[in-house]
């Protein structure tokens, strides 16, 4: 096994490296989504002037998303079309970024369109990544192109960290030295992990 | 030389911080790892938990004579149930009292009528792809109230645990840069990898919602 070590050492120290960032990105909005009112007292977000203006002529198109894709396109908006709701005399969605959510409202009788924004700011927007793709709206889900590429970049990222967390455990059985204690630390987290999901369920 | 015997012990310790605390932290990784890709990938037949959930109606009489505020009457009514759980979406009525009360991969729906004294239950009980999908989003957090702190001690309790990874995470992030800038003259690549993850991550939080 030990003549593993070496190939192996290496690709968890660039794999670590390069998923290091993105565990950052995941580890703080954690702590985001957990404590929200602690995180809204010290940075707020920040609702953006309204904007009213008016399209010559709704670009209708094949399906409700094409349109609103159309729509964006339009009014020179990009971002992930959350969801899409349709009512007798308005269309209307939100768009969202990391960071920057938009909601627009197309008034079907008048084209008038009234957007409204909101800056949630650098922490936020790592909540954001961390919850796309996410398990809802799935049938438009990734109607962007950032989010086709953090959709990879996830799924990337989970795959990594599995890796990371094998190796790890091999590099660790390798050395002689730390064997026992790394013991201790694996059937500590074993019994903590066992005796939690123990009390829940 | 003081400063050099600090470095020393600042690699010695680093190391086994990195590895220990990565040990600790196994099982907490693959169980957030796994509840990821099954989030991300509902398509996926192992992801299926909603067609295969079981639903049933419980009716059970109820003592709802002594009247106080719904914290005290909740709290009663969990005792005569038996039941625990994270308490959301309560309304009272002057005749009735409907509450919620989950648990990862358990939720029951439970109205209660004060006049009749019967207490209907709606439980849903999830397989276990359900069970481990809720435990990543499990934190008890109220996105109309955020400020309102989880009601139920593994609710609060599994909260601090994903803090605690979080950290740890961040911590072997840590442990990791300072182990890798020892021997960078050995992994020269180490800086490309870094600033095209880096470069990456910073596009996505920072720059992306300027264009």
Not at chain 1, 30 to 57: E, S, Y
């Given at each position: 096994?030990?003549?593993?070590?070496?190939?192996?050492?290496?690709?968890h120290?660039?794999?670590?490296?390069?998923?290091?960032?993105?565990?950052?990105?995941?580890?703080?909005?954690v702590i985001?989504?957990?404590?929200?009112?602690f995180?809204?007292?010290?940075n707020?977000a920040i609702a953006?002037p309204?904007?009213k203006?008016?399209?010559?002529k709704?670009?209708?198109?094949?399906?409700?998303l094409?349109?609103?894709?159309?729509i964006?396109?339009?009014?020179?908006i990009?971002?992930?079309?959350?969801?899409?709701?349709k009512?007798?005399s308005s269309?209307?969605?939100p768009?969202?970024?990391?960071?920057?959510?938009?909601?627009i409202?197309?008034?079907?009788?008048?084209?008038s369109?009234?957007?409204t924004?909101?800056n949630?700011g650098t922490l936020r927007?790592?909540?954001?990544?961390?919850s796309?793709?996410?398990?809802?709206?799935?049938?438009?889900?990734?109607n962007?192109?950032f989010l086709?590429?953090?959709?990879?970049?996830?799924?990337?990222?989970v795959?990594?960290?599995?890796?990371?967390t094998?190796?790890?455990?091999?590099?660790?059985?390798?050395?002689?030295?730390e064997?026992?204690?790394?013991?201790?630390a694996?059937a500590?987290?074993?019994?903590?992990?066992?005796?939690?999901?123990?009390?829940?369920? | 030389?003081?400063?050099?015997k600090?470095?020393?012990?600042l690699?010695f310790?680093?190391?086994?911080?990195h590895?220990h605390?990565?040990?600790?932290?196994?099982?907490?990784?693959?169980l957030?790892?796994v509840?990821g890709l099954?989030?991300?990938?509902?398509e996926?037949?192992?992801?299926?938990f909603w067609?295969?959930?079981?639903?049933?109606e419980?009716?059970?009489p109820?003592?709802?004579?002594?009247?106080?505020d719904s914290?005290?009457l909740?709290?009663d009514?969990?005792?005569?149930?038996?039941?625990?759980?994270?308490?959301?979406?309560?309304?009272?009525?002057a005749d009735?009292?409907?509450f919620?009360v989950?648990?990862p991969?358990?939720?029951?729906?439970?109205k209660?009528?004060f006049?009749?004294g019967?207490?209907?239950?709606?439980?849903?009980?999830?397989?276990?792809?359900?069970?481990?999908?809720t435990?990543?989003t499990?934190n008890g957090v109220?996105k109309?109230?955020?400020d309102?702190q989880?009601?139920?001690?593994f609710?609060?309790?599994?909260?601090?645990?994903?803090d605690?990874i979080?950290?740890g995470?961040?911590?072997l992030?840590?442990?990791?840069?300072?182990?890798?800038?020892k021997?960078?003259?050995?992994?020269?690549?180490?800086?490309?990898?870094?600033?095209?993850?880096?470069?990456?991550?910073?596009?996505?939080?920072?720059?992306l919602?300027?264009?």
């Amino acid at each position: 096994m030990k003549k593993y070590y070496p190939a192996i050492r290496m690709l968890h120290l660039y794999f670590g490296l390069f998923i290091s960032p993105f565990v950052l990105i995941f580890s703080i909005s954690v702590i985001i989504f957990n404590h929200p009112g602690f995180i809204n007292r010290f940075n707020p977000a920040i609702a953006l002037p309204d904007i009213k203006t008016k399209l010559d002529k709704i670009p209708y198109d094949t399906s409700d998303l094409q349109t609103a894709k159309a729509i964006i396109r339009k009014l020179n908006i990009n971002g992930e079309i959350d969801f899409i709701s349709k009512k007798d005399s308005s269309i209307s969605f939100p768009v969202n970024k990391p960071g920057l959510r938009t909601h627009i409202t197309v008034n079907t009788t008048n084209d008038s369109v009234l957007i409204t924004q909101k800056n949630e700011g650098t922490l936020r927007s790592t909540t954001y990544l961390h919850s796309m793709p996410g398990p809802h709206n799935v049938s438009i889900r990734s109607n962007s192109a950032f989010l086709k590429i953090w959709r990879i970049l996830a799924d990337g990222f989970v795959y990594i960290l599995l890796f990371l967390t094998a190796s790890g455990v091999f590099l660790w059985y390798i050395l002689n030295a730390e064997r026992v204690i790394g013991m201790y630390a694996l059937a500590l987290g074993v019994l903590f992990f066992v005796g939690i999901l123990l009390f829940i369920f | 030389m003081q400063f050099q015997k600090f470095l020393k012990e600042l690699n010695f310790w680093n190391r086994k911080l990195h590895i220990h605390l990565g040990l600790f932290f196994l099982l907490f990784i693959w169980l957030f790892s796994v509840s990821g890709l099954l989030l991300n990938h509902g398509e996926w037949k192992i992801s299926s938990f909603w067609d295969e959930r079981k639903e049933t109606e419980i009716v059970t009489p109820i003592h709802t004579s002594n009247r106080s505020d719904s914290s005290t009457l909740l709290k009663d009514m969990m005792s005569q149930l038996e039941i625990a759980g994270e308490i959301s979406n309560v309304k009272m009525w002057a005749d009735s009292l409907h509450f919620r009360v989950s648990k990862p991969g358990e939720v029951r729906t439970l109205k209660v009528n004060f006049i009749t004294g019967v207490c209907t239950q709606k439980e849903m009980q999830y397989n276990l792809a359900g069970k481990i999908r809720t435990l990543h989003t499990f934190n008890g957090v109220d996105k109309n109230n955020p400020d309102m702190q989880a009601n139920w001690l593994f609710t609060g309790v599994w909260r601090l645990s994903m803090d605690a990874i979080a950290i740890g995470l961040l911590l072997l992030c840590i442990s990791s840069w300072i182990m890798w800038f020892k021997i960078r003259e050995r992994y020269r690549w180490g800086w490309i990898v870094l600033i095209f993850g880096l470069g990456a991550a910073v596009y996505f939080v920072f720059i992306l919602r300027m264009l």
